[in-house]
């Protein structure tokens, strides 16, 4: 054998040993099959690990756009907060071009700014010339406030009769189930789905019995509530846009009890942006019940970003509980850590189809990610790194639909977990939530009655608690561990997902 061929064989050898070094695990749960599809395991009922993919602005694999800049501020001596605000005010009386009325740019500088500043009006950005000490940097002065806003209340109206679900089940997962009837029912309707808090899925999920200093504690009460848009029928059944992340089972809801309404919304802001810029506020400390500076807030709103935006020093740094949103490279900083028990949220997710891609928080004693009660996912947080003494932990009753994939806690935790009677009975905070190839300290996972939560392809120590403030309770049952400490193949579940449902086109559309 000539030096031309033995050199190539032992380079082909070297090539084979490198990747079965680098080869990675199969999940059970999520895997390519031989037809290279996702393939999904399904619990007895028909639940799965739902697709993440409509997760982030316009619903997933949409390009972010770069509005035309229609006015220039300079930084001035003094309050600039009035100067910001006026120049947006203009541009929102702008009329809409292909969904935007433009840009207003922040030239480098920096702009004390004594109060909020608001986008009121769909179509608005507001740019930054750089994160950098360099760049654009917001100076937060005066009172505490939040320094970017947007704040809105839309008007959703319930139209026509409600129909009930006729199915005694509908799994987690799936995006079709059978209505009672669908007349006045058509194709591009948008509905809302209603599951009530039945007093006997409250006692299956073991929340009738939380109590704290001798006094009771409410878990939930009134209607959980999820919007879709139909994308199909035939005959009674129905087939939605984004799959449930919930299940709905008459066995404990009460037969019939789950309804379907058409809705319409009015006054909801959209194609709004925040971007390339530095927020600072002064160092800050104390508890969260005192009054603190903080970053960004975003309500009423569908179909948004935010993006290259350093944060230092805000306390509940970063709240959501708009839709469609994307979260890209949004890094807090924190010189100093709050005090007491009760841990400020840096990122708090109370939204539906909200993305978080390389985003980093570094501070301590706080919580990474949080939700809210009731909230509805899809949510995502990709490839998102949180450094020091914190935990990812969805936190009050009964979040569901979050996908944590490819992120890092070296310091902390990621908890899937019955809260029990914390935060006066917060109970179980989520359902239906996956670790996707993460690396953190600890794991905290935790099996919901009749749902799931999925720890895979991840590593870190396993860690089994009972329920807070109920002695006896015992251990909470575990949550499902899959190739636990060996990485799964896909890398990235969401990119997968997405790839799958719109196409190679879309995953470099979010820059991959």
Known sequence: MNRRILAGCLLLVAGTIKNHAHAQAKSQWVYQGDNAKLNYKTLPQGDRIMDFSYAGYMGGGVTLPSPEVKITLDAMNGDNADAIQSAIEKVSKMPLVNGFRGTVLLNKGTYDCSKPISINASGVVLRGSGADDKGTIINMTGNPHVCLTVKNRPVVKNIGKAVSVADAYVPAGTNTFTLSSTSGLSVGDTISITKPVAPDWVAFMGMDQLTRDGKKQTWMTGEISAERVITAIAGNKVTVDVPFNDNYDAKYLGAGSVSVSKISTTGMLSQIGFE??????????????????????????????????????????????????????VNIIHNLATTGAAKPADFNGSGAQLLYDHCTITGNNVFFFATGAKVNGPIVMLNCTFKGNGWIQPHQR?????????????????????????????GWAIGWAVAWNCKAKSYLNQQPPGAANWVIGSSGEQQKRDVPFIKGSGMVPEGIYDSYRKPVTPQSLYLSQLKERKGEQAVKNVGY
């Not at 600072?280 to 969260?288: E, H, W």
């Not at 019940?289 to 020093?313: C, P, T």
């Open 276 to 329: 390339h810029m530095r927020i600072v506020s002064p160092d800050q400390t104390g508890t969260i019940d005192e009054k603190h500076h903080s970053g960004v807030n975003l309500s009423g709103m569908v179909d948004g970003w935010v993006k290259d935006i350093d944060i230092y020093n805000t306390v509940n740094s970063f709240g959501i509980t708009g839709s469609r949103i994307t979260v890209l490279r």
């Open 398 to 426: 009964w979040a569901t639909g979050l996908l944590i994939d490819n992120c890092q806690v070296p310091d902390g935790g990621i908890d899937f977990m019955n809260r029990g009677a914390m935060g006066s009975g917060h």
